[in-house]
């Protein structure tokens, strides 16, 4: 047993790879983040970012877990160039939500076959058992590693995880309409005590769209002082923004909750 808990993000830029030439510090990756929760290692979503998971030394392992928040393409773009799924020793656990009739193994054939992917989901040889959550259900891994999943507003919905190991607890809220969820106090227990909060900062403040599902770097620095979390991680920007405008965004929400700052790209943090 390790005993360690420590978050490395690996894509933090949303909706597309984009880049001008004017985001280097933060990254272009699309959304990944991977845990290490003691022996487990749990990955989250699979944008760009989860091709570079094999470089992480340290997070290597037969099984992995892997969870989706939703099925939008920059949070599975990057799965049929995740080198690790054409590994045959590899066994992967993938937890998803359910989409109408359609579980994530359906959508995920749909996905990679022609003429959208010259390929099918068989040519992986990874093992793959496919897990459909729901929101409350808590899921129990080895090593005293818990999961819980909580619906959050987005478009066709979209899960957030909150995932516990001795004592502390990491949350993962990408791709939420914190607007949507005023006087939700569900949501802030889920988030309550978080010693890292990841929430979705696409928007800077007073631009934020009804119905796109997404939040400003603002509404998350409000958040986190209500649910009284340690640390806020803002991710999921904007394709547009600059590292300047990054770097804008931190130093405002840092104003409002001390403990903000913006993630990037092979960032890690310890729990």
């Not at 290490?36 to 094999?54: K, Y």
């Not at 992917?117 to 040889?125: C, E, I, K, Y």
């Not at 409350?136 to 478009?155: E, W």
């Not at 770097?217 to 990054?246: M, P, Q, R």
Request: hydrophobic share 40%.
């Amino acid at each position: 047993m390790s005993g360690k808990f420590e978050v490395t993000f690996l894509g933090t830029n949303g909706s597309c790879s984009y880049n001008a030439g004017s985001r280097v510090k933060y990254g272009t990756n699309s959304l990944c983040v991977a845990v290490m929760a003691g022996e487990e290692v749990l990955i989250f979503d699979s944008g760009s970012g989860v091709c570079g998971f094999q470089n992480l030394a340290e997070y290597q392992r037969e099984h992995i877990h892997m969870f989706f928040s939703h099925y939008h393409i920059d949070h599975i773009g990057g799965l049929p160039f995740y080198s690790q799924l054409f590994e045959r020793q590899k066994r992967f656990d993938i937890y998803g939500g359910q989409h109408g009739r359609s579980n994530f193994n359906d959508l995920a054939k749909r996905f990679l076959s022609p003429p959208l992917h010259p390929v099918g989901l068989d040519v992986f040889q990874a093992r793959l058992d496919f897990n459909t959550v729901q929101a409350g259900k808590v899921i129990t891994l080895s090593d005293g590693v818990t999961v819980r999943p909580h619906n959050l507003a987005h478009p066709g919905v979209s899960i957030g995880y909150r995932v516990e190991y001795q004592g502390k607890a990491f949350c993962y809220c990408t791709d939420v309409e914190l607007g949507v969820h005023q006087n939700d106090y569900s949501l802030l227990e889920f988030m309550r005590g978080a010693d890292l909060l990841v929430l979705d900062s696409f928007f800077d403040d007073g631009k934020v769209l009804s119905g796109w599902g997404h939040s400003s770097w603002k509404e998350c620095a409000e958040w986190a002082i209500l649910a009284g979390v340690k640390k806020l991680a803002l991710f999921h920007y904007s394709f547009n923004l600059t590292d300047a405008e990054i770097d804008a965004m931190e130093e405002k929400a840092k104003l409002v909750f001390p403990g903000a700052f913006a993630s990037a790209d092979y960032m890690q943090i310890k729990l």
